[in-house]
């Protein structure tokens, strides 16, 4: 069955693509300049995506409400239920940091996402207005509610496609493990003042010189698989060519989004007779 879904959410690119790239466009243009407010959005600071935690507040406020709507505690459905739809608004701002940054296959399932929790978020505001009327009969906003939740589980269905399907918004190394071992670099020399990439066993690193000491990273971004070596290095941080987010050469640590997770960092040392090596530094504790 969720190949059949696949597939339809794929089908709908003809248009989502378009309107996708359109909200991005004016997205970003909100953004512009509000470097901090889209890392806060993103979740710089939390270490973690902040849109699927925040998810979870509509998601079991209009479970609820549905629940006391079907056992006809109205007041509480009601407060519930408008509880549920503010929240969705704050859901939407998160998930909008996080979607101006996708592109191909991931732009097109945030787009289907999106166009299905804004239906959703219309048919609660129907039957919140209905509530607000006063009617003795609360058949029309309870099916109005009903018709939103159905969207509110579609959509979220879509989300999570996005995320496990298409690894959208997802660490790149969180299956990477350290080890003790030293491993020889392709490269014997890196020249100072610019990003060198070299290979190191499976693993492909970021190398750059400062003086004597030779900094390194992972050289696939955390975010979305950038690579480091075609990046900038900006204040003591290497910058991703892609989306922009910049990581600490010293330590790896994501300083700007919308990558969310740090860079997986490595020390380098010579080896006698010529040549150099690395291996993965400890991740740090705080």
């Known amino acids: 069955m969720h190949r059949r879904v696949d597939r339809l959410i794929e089908a709908q690119e003809r248009w989502a693509k378009p309107v996708g790239q359109w909200n991005q466009r004016w997205i970003a243009a909100a953004f512009a300049g509000s470097g901090p407010l889209k890392d806060l959005l993103n979740g710089v600071w939390l270490g973690h995506p902040v849109h699927p935690a925040v998810t979870d507040v509509p998601v079991g406020a209009l479970t609820a409400g549905m629940l006391?709507?079907?056992?006809?505690?109205?007041?509480?459905?009601?407060?519930?239920?408008?509880?549920?739809?503010?929240?969705?608004?704050?859901?939407?701002?998160?998930?909008?940091?996080?979607?101006?940054?996708?592109?191909?296959?991931?732009?097109?399932?945030?787009?289907?996402?999106?166009?299905?929790?804004?239906?959703?978020?219309?048919?609660?505001?129907?039957?919140?207005?209905?509530?607000?009327?006063?009617?003795?009969?609360?058949?029309?906003?309870?099916?109005?509610?009903?018709?939103?939740?159905?969207?509110?589980?579609?959509?979220?269905?879509?989300?999570?496609?996005?995320?496990?399907?298409?690894?959208?918004?997802?660490?790149?190394?969180?299956?990477?493990?350290?080890?003790?071992?030293w491993r020889r670099l392709d490269v014997d020399e890196v020249p100072e003042g610019a990003p060198v990439q070299a290979r190191a066993g499976q693993d492909t690193l970021v190398l750059y010189r400062t003086g004597d000491a030779i900094h390194a990273l992972h050289d696939t971004c955390a975010h979305a698989g950038g690579p480091l070596s075609g990046g900038t290095v900006i204040d003591g941080c290497i910058e991703c060519p892609w989306h922009g987010s910049r990581f600490r050469l010293s330590d790896g640590r994501v300083?700007?989004?919308?990558?969310?997770?740090?860079?997986?960092?490595?020390?380098?040392?010579?080896?006698?007779?010529?040549g150099l090596e690395a291996r993965r530094l400890p991740e740090p504790l705080d």
Request: glycine share 12%; aromatic share 6%.
């Open 68 to 181: 006391l709507d079907l056992t006809g505690q109205r007041r509480a459905a009601d407060v519930v239920t408008a509880t549920g739809v503010a929240a969705m608004v704050a859901s939407a701002v998160t998930g909008a940091a996080d979607a101006v940054d996708a592109h191909g296959r991931p732009q097109v399932q945030a787009t289907v996402h999106a166009s299905i929790m804004v239906g959703s978020l219309a048919a609660y505001l129907a039957s919140l207005a209905v509530r607000a009327a006063r009617p003795s009969s609360r058949t029309l906003a309870v099916s109005l509610a009903l018709l939103g939740y159905a969207g509110v589980a579609s959509g979220a269905y879509v989300g999570g496609e996005l995320v496990y399907g298409s690894g959208n918004m997802v660490d790149r190394h969180a299956w990477r493990t350290g080890g003790a071992r």
């Open 255 to 274: 300083v700007r989004g919308p990558a969310v997770y740090d860079q997986p960092a490595y020390e380098v040392r010579a080896i006698d007779g010529g």
